[in-house]
């Protein structure tokens, strides 16, 4: 195990964020991780340290560091053996030497545009406990609580998410929390510590991971066990530790809104999902009480989800009618001009409906027309994007991954560009893409002998690896991009090319396959 590190309080020199990335056996998820740790700007990491806490991996995690230990400056840990998650999650709280520590998920890829902001602020400013919220389209991108039960029943259930939370490093670094191990939730406490004796604390309204990339590796325990026993009894012991009795109330009202729709979904539908279900309603009933599960029953069935298709139904046909009304109105009143306003006024409804059906939008979205959406919630698109007619974005979900779609800043599509993501595709800032383009990091199935005696629709999509399309990015008309690439930023793409490897940054490239012509 790597030398204890040295930490001092009053070191003019310390560090503002100490990233802390505990991981065991997903070396394929640590590369992606390096692979974003390096858009990092320097000036920024000049500022964090970054420590990798390797719980004794038997895959090839050793070797994916080596393979970044002369390009990026981090501190890699091994431990000797097997010590547990939380165990390892514990030793990156007390080998962190910033003023704030960072715990994110190996397969929570870190999204690093708004770190800069991120740092800046917390340079400045002293917090008890940091969340990084997932409501990015709020107006307040730093919200200061400085009353703590406003802030923890804000969190609700969130505080359990490890890599949504920043921890003033003084307030956690060497509480005990070998009690808690094994509940699955080691790092809640360690929240909460951090969020009572803090003056003040934080919410910012900012992406700085992709939610849920590898949600597929989650599960194996007992849902309910760890969400609502295991939680309601590190509420309970808070109780007498600066959580209110309200707040106590409110907040076990949180987790029932949060573990029913898993009830209803996976024990009364029988869906499949990666967890245990044993003991579901005893322990719903013994820990939140039959009327608070009735309560959350009911705010659920009358949720937007429940009725959003039934919307969905009657806003459509009155959609239309009322655009042929107007359309037409104008049409006989100015002839002339009818056209082009008629094109605004449609272009301005068809975004602000493609608006509430993705997960992040930022300011000034135009788009004039959606062929077929999919999977909105798993798409987040940077400010000033805009796409003509014919738009088609598809976010597949598949036992091996949860699709994530990140669109950067400025970025221009034409006519009729399809999108298809089962793993992820991120797409830089300011990038032209052509028209009758295909972008997709996946196939329908291996190619195996097994499989091609199937059709091509019933086989199992698969993804060969993400597609990475770098800033300032200028692709043509036809083009075809397959799974796996990376393209640099600066290049250019000519038309009708079909790129099936990785394009080098400032480079000209055309063909079938795509070759580096310049």
């Not at 107006?139 to 939370?165: A, C, G, P």
């Not at 009830?263 to 039959?290: S, T, Y």
């Not at 990091?441 to 097994?450: F, I, L, Y």
Request: glycine letters at 6%.
């Amino acid at each position: 195990m790597a030398q204890q590190l040295s930490f001092s309080y009053d070191n003019p020199q310390q560090k503002v964020l100490s990233l802390c990335i505990p991981t065991y056996n997903r070396a394929e998820c640590l590369r992606e991780q390096f692979k974003r740790l390096m858009t990092i700007q320097p000036a920024d990491l000049d500022r964090m340290e970054i420590i990798i806490s390797d719980n004794c991996s038997t895959d090839n995690t050793s070797q994916v560091v080596n393979e970044y230990k002369e390009k990026l400056d981090f501190v890699y840990l091994r431990n000797d053996e097997n010590i547990g998650a939380d165990r390892n999650f514990l030793q990156c709280f007390r080998k962190a030497t910033a003023k704030y520590v960072w715990l994110l998920g190996d397969d929570d890829y870190i999204q690093t545009r708004h770190l800069n902001t991120l740092i800046d602020h917390l340079e400045k400013e002293d917090y008890g406990l940091v969340q990084l919220s997932l409501n990015c389209n709020s107006k307040n991108t730093f919200r200061i609580y400085d009353d703590q039960d406003e802030f923890l029943n804000k969190l609700n259930v969130r505080i359990t998410y490890m890599s949504s939370n920043i921890d003033r490093t003084e307030y956690v670094r060497d509480i005990s929390l070998e009690k808690y191990f094994d509940t699955h939730l080691v790092q809640v406490p360690a929240h909460l510590h951090a969020a009572l004796r803090g003056k003040e604390n934080l919410i910012v309204n900012l992406p700085f991971y992709d939610s849920g990339t590898q949600t597929q590796n989650n599960g194996g325990y007992n849902l309910f066990e760890v969400f609502v026993k295991n939680l309601v009894k590190i509420y309970d012991e808070f109780e007498d530790n600066g959580i209110s009795v309200n707040s106590l109330i409110l907040l076990k009202n949180k987790i029932s809104d949060f573990v029913f729709p898993y009830f209803f979904n996976h024990v009364i539908l029988k869906k499949p999902c990666n967890f245990k279900l044993d003991n579901a309603w005893e322990i719903m009933k013994e820990e939140l009480g039959i009327a608070r599960i009735i309560w959350s029953a009911i705010k659920f069935i009358f949720s937007y989800k429940m009725i959003s298709h039934w919307v969905k139904k009657i806003t459509k046909p009155v959609y239309k009618i009322l655009a042929f009304i107007i359309s037409n109105f104008f049409a006989l009143i100015w002839p002339d001009k009818a056209a082009r306003l008629w094109k605004k006024i449609r272009t301005r409804i068809i975004s602000n409906r493609f608006r509430y059906q993705i997960g992040h939008v930022g300011k000034n979205c135009n788009v004039e027309g959606v062929d077929f959406l999919n999977g909105g919630k798993n798409i987040s698109i940077g400010d000033n994007f805009s796409a003509l007619k014919g738009l088609r974005l598809e976010c597949v979900n598949t036992p091996d991954h949860t699709p994530n779609l990140t669109i950067g800043n400025d970025v221009t599509l034409n006519a009729r560009v399809h999108i298809g993501v089962a793993n992820k595709i991120i797409i830089g800032n300011h990038v032209l893409i052509g028209s009758n383009v295909l972008i997709t990091d996946h196939s329908h199935g291996k190619n195996s002998e097994e499989e091609l005696m199937s059709p091509p629709r019933s086989r199992t999509i698969y993804s060969k690896g993400p597609v990475i399309i770098g800033e300032n990015v200028w692709i043509g008309e036809n083009v075809c991009i397959l799974p796996g690439v990376t393209i640099g930023k600066g290049s250019v793409i000519g038309a009708g090319a079909v790129v099936t490897k990785d394009i080098p940054p400032f480079s000209i490239a055309g063909g079938n396959p795509a070759r580096i012509i310049k």
